[in-house]
């Protein structure tokens, strides 16, 4: 299946749209200022977990490489 660019409308509809700001204040939330505001305790049940995410992070940074 191909798809064209008359596939797409060429603008956003304009009904209901809101700036990204205004999302963000409806929601309560602020810019992440540091990579501590995502740090959170016991993300990992335990710590088989924790080493099966890791060994995955680790294969994956290396899976492009050979």
Request: hydrophobic share 30%; proline share 5%.
């Amino acid at each position: 299946m191909t798809t064209s660019s008359a596939d797409y409308p060429s603008e956003r509809p304009e009904r209901g749209s809101v700036s990204l700001d205004e999302l963000a204040r409806r929601k309560h939330v602020h810019p992440i200022r540091s990579a501590d505001d995502l740090a959170q305790d016991d993300v990992f049940d335990t710590d088989e977990e924790l080493d099966a995410f890791l060994e995955h992070v680790h294969s994956s940074r290396h899976a492009d490489l050979a």
